[in-house]
């Protein structure tokens, strides 16, 4: 039996390893390319203009995402996942109340993301049935986490409910689509208002 070459045998065993480090590289590019291109062209784009922004071939594009139904859920999940992962890393680096409101800032941003894939995801193709579910169960918890720091802070009231809050936040920045700032402006008052009768797990109510 012959040997197997110094350092050979290690080389073979890293990769596979390397190939799926690539691949992910490749996923993570893609979706961010199509959001892109969704945003400035919308969701019916040619795939060739996405797979050239994102530095690959169209083959590579097509085997991560066969039907352009699956580039277009994978762009709305990645954009719930950001959001809603956003909320930990706030509640650590920001007191309660700026939390939240930087928060509420980028939900804004996700919002106005969300308004580029508006003309699938309302078509009634039932490869999106289950995208309003997930944004429920990926937001409403991450958005709770938030306004109960801030509550038990007492920089906010007790009784909001996340989803409602989900739900004017968006209905804002809709009423003003390609008005970021006003629409950030609004929401910066909703959130004061949140203030209002707001009081600390230690302090008595009034």
Known sequence: MSETPPGKGASAARAPRR????????????????????????????????AEKAGVGVGTLYRHFPQRSDLIVAVFRSGVDCCADAAETLAEEHPPLEALSRWMQHYVDFIATKRGLAAALYSGNPAYDNLP?????????????????????????????PFDLLRAVAQLSNSAPGDSEHTRRMVALLIDGLRYGATSDHKPRQ
């Open 133 to 161: 579910a997930y944004f429920e169960q990926r937001l409403v918890p991450a958005l709770k986490s938030l306004l109960d720091k801030a509550g038990a802070a007492g920089e906010v009231r007790r009784d909001v409910d």
């Open 19 to 50: 190939v799926r480090a690539d691949a992910q590289r490749n996923l993570k590019t893609l979706i961010k390319a199509a959001l892109d291109v969704f945003a400035a062209s919308g969701v019916d784009a040619p795939v060739r203009e996405i």
